[in-house]
């Protein structure tokens, strides 16, 4: 009883999916099937051509870039009323940018194309060259293995792993038959080489038309016969005009401390956002968040005025912790805010393996990782989910180490 | 005398090929030209099209692949009855696979995709980025260098060198234009880079239709001013179900030994496989055969009934030695085996340096290199190939060295 | 009134290009534009479609290239009777020939195909990938660093930069609409990465049909908000038959010395040119030109009758520098020299910073760089350039320095 009364109160956002997956038949395009040969290309679906019974027409569409380090590049477009819903098969299914609800979620990155893949070479720049094409709201950062780059093994392990520039061998848009005509998209992103992985990972986002969430369902598959690592960053990110001077960073947190010797000067300052700084460069953040007794959680940022806000809720047993990454340098340069729910921290993989934050996967087995990301275009919408943060705080209280876990 | 009647009893390959290029005029379609511009895609030919008088049809087809790290990729399929090859023009024509006469030659690797050069960083990996389009049946392991990466000279020496991972230049299709329509397809790979190579291969298979053997011909030429270095390795690769647990190798061998301390464990069972064995890796063994008056030999994989399977043959004055990989592990991580001839070991071009395995070809000269790989699908086939290996073995005794000949 | 003559005499450039962008307005054609999703592919104009009223009638076509590491390539041809400008705006808008009034600007790479970036690993041999695709009469080596590979700063700046190897991101031609029908080609080069750059070069050739010079016209830009440093040399590329045994380079030099010990050898013939030479290599030499009250200079190259040649102009201002690159070895290895006025030498960029030869752009900020290359196709037009370069010497005596700046 009271745990429905929450999930009304909360918008506790499993049943979505959980209906969606079961509910009404889905008609299925697929876009690209590398073993089927095939690859659709410029291609559209709109309600009028579904006859589908809907006040506020869809569509979704997907379109080839060209010129530049973008040519060939994949973009999928989920669009319902002003709820614009971007991303790209070509770069590991990553979402690109979605606006909605008077909201905008994304940055402007200095990187303004969607890079093809095949421009991006991942050893560069001292095995940071996934920086040349980093400009998502959410990537991928992951599965082979996550974080700073960092020579040990006898290789670079390169910035964030090779998923976000993995294109997707396989690219399926599924629409519902019936209200509420339920969009999924997915793509099969293939981390497959001889000798050292054979990690597979079907990446999906999922979107109602109406609704303010939309929500993302990975099942990464070890299609191996040896037990593999992996790692995973949902690498989310937030620029102007949501985040601003005052903007705030809230989660029911048990302990946060510094990712290193610079972010412990704003360590304190740990909730609030300044506004574009010069020199302000990154500070990260480590963060272990409380749950609720089903292991849910959220994390949330507010503009200054709290009546505008985008939350992430996700599974504390899919991913227990959450890197809160503050770019607030000047707009050029990438004002960014990075809510980041993951299986570890930035630290290089070296690092990830001494906190025992690197999981495994036995042969065959998959890993499920859900998280719903909710528009919130009012008060009463931020407060919900404020409210929900207080009622998850309440067990217990939340320690701040100023000190980096690095640092013996 | 005696040596027409070997010929005739070990169905000797050479008159086969000789015959091929001398005979009937050929048909010339040209597929891709860099020079004339010509790129022709999807593309097909048929036996009924050239008005071949044929009781089995044949075919001749090129495909563009789409989707993930295949997007661009192109295979051309010759098929033949149940006779069927698959090339990639745009992995330095290697073969994928060759299925016919109730065999397949080829393997599972759990890289599923003929990944486009594009999307393959052989830096990574500490120069070991091959292994992520690695899959052929037969790859072309050189020109410039091969063998295991190693840091020298300044840079590099990635895993088995660029041939495999560059795009043909040109290819042509030929078909003969009478019995037996001998059909020719070959590329040009260019290893081409300023002060550093300019090593021109023409890469050819040839299949007679009906036939159950097919050939490679290579010619590597050293179009620069220099002398130049090059080796080649055939790294030819065969799984189940030819590859099973007492299957066996065979040749004249003068001389084998580990290629490694971890080899050492496996000298004394050289000669059979096992079946695929979790944690086995790979064990090298490097072969030095003898050869008959012709310089020429063979290399056999039978299955353990010793009723089927397939041969290759080389000559030794240009592929005079031989790496046995024994990659017998899981199905899923790989299971392979490589019967490699070459002009030198599987060793770092340092150590190929030393043993003075590495070539030299003078400006203009080219080398030649000619294959013969035959399926052997009944036990007189197998019994035919193991009579000429003991024929040639009958010059000297097998030596088995059990010490690498890397530790002094 | 002295200045107006010697401009008239020794065929002063600047007012061409200022002419140029002011006289006539031009019919822009848009063939590639990442924003607006253009990309026209192959296409051609003429003058008879323009229906310009000239006598020798000329085209600008744009083709893509297929077939090898060529796939996708784009090269945009000038045409204007027997006067043909390629340029390649997938190779960072590099001029990869001109030929016309019995000259021929260019050289012959052992890279033969004009290889597309996606085929380029920077990092390979030791970071000197972009051998791999060096071909060009004229490779802009910058903007984000320039010169020879160094690891530094946990990374390599690789060989020469990246804006050679970056697809241009919008192709414009543009043709005015009146005689003398001026012709522009522009291109955006973007070396944008977070964190790190975001440095946009609208790189500009000029043409005006009939005549015998082109310009060069860049522009780049700090579109980031922090001072970003930057290099650029314009390595100008000239072979056979201009070079030749005899050959010579002029310029008003204040100062020549040579780059490294092995060019100290050379240093008294820094003038002149050998044939192809085995074993040559290449030698080069840092020049400090001297230029004239309007801070231009111009070197020159010269056959050995000195009855044909090329001359390139530039702003000491805005390139302070000249590299004479002597690469007068075998003809297949690469019988070239290279006259590259730059921001600095091809020191890595550790040395240039020594040497305060790296240039910062503040926010905002742009830098230009304005080349003229003209052809020479007879005596008189080499004497008026010889003339010019005599006259600007005047300001003082040559000073050969026979230790590189290097050696302390």
Same sequence: chains 1, 2, 3.
């Avoid at 495994?360 to 998280?371: C, H, I, K, M, V």
């Amino acid at each position: 009883m009271k745990k429905t009364m929450r999930c009304i109160l909360l918008s506790c956002a499993l049943p979505v999916w959980g209906l969606m997956a079961s509910t009404a038949a889905a008609k299925d395009f697929v876009l690209t099937d590398t073993e089927k040969g095939i690859k659709l290309g410029d291609w559209s679906i709109t309600s009028a051509q579904l006859k589908a019974q809907v006040k506020t027409p869809f569509s979704v569409s997907n379109k080839v870039l060209h010129g530049g380090k973008q040519e060939g590049s994949e973009v999928i477009t989920i669009s319902s009323g002003d709820f614009v819903i971007k991303l790209s098969p070509s770069r590991g299914m990553g979402i690109l940018s979605v606006t909605g609800k008077g909201l905008r979620l994304g940055w402007d990155s200095p990187v303004d194309e969607v890079v093809n893949p095949a421009f991006v070479n991942l050893e560069s720049r001292g095995g940071s060259g996934w920086l040349d094409g980093f400009n998502e709201m959410m990537v991928r950062c992951g599965f082979e293995w996550t974080g700073h780059a960092v020579v040990a093994d006898g290789m670079t392990y390169t910035l964030h792993g090779r998923a976000g520039n993995t294109p997707a061998s396989k690219v399926i848009v599924g629409i519902e038959e019936r209200a509420p005509y339920a969009i999924s998209v997915k793509g099969l992103i293939k981390e497959n080489t001889f000798k050292k992985s054979k990690l597979e990972t079907w990446a999906e986002l999922r979107y109602v038309p109406g609704s303010a969430t939309f929500t993302v369902h990975d099942a990464v598959t070890n299609k191996g016969d040896y037990r593999q690592d992996f790692q995973i960053i949902y690498h989310s990110n937030f620029g102007a005009p949501l985040l601003e001077e005052g903007a705030k960073f809230h989660a029911p947190i048990k302990e946060i401390s510094p990712f290193n010797d610079y972010a412990v000067q704003g360590i304190d300052d740990w909730q609030t956002y300044l506004g574009p700084t010069r020199d302000f460069d990154e500070m990260v953040f480590n963060v272990i968040p409380f749950a609720d007794e089903n292991k849910q959680t959220l994390a949330l940022l507010t503009n200054k005025a709290g009546d505008r806000g985008v939350s992430i809720g996700f599974d504390i047993t899919q991913l227990p912790v959450l890197s809160l990454w503050k770019n607030t340098d000047t707009l050029k340069q990438g004002y960014v805010t990075g809510l980041e729910p993951g299986t570890s921290f930035a630290y290089p993989v070296t690092i990830a393996r001494e906190q025992g934050r690197v999981r495994t996967l036995e042969p065959g087995q998959s890993a499920n990782f859900d998280l719903e990301y909710r528009l919130l275009p009012d008060r009463a919408a931020v407060d919900g989910s404020l409210k929900r943060i207080a009622a998850i705080q309440e067990q217990g209280p939340l320690q701040v180490n100023k000190t980096p876990m690095t640092r013996k």
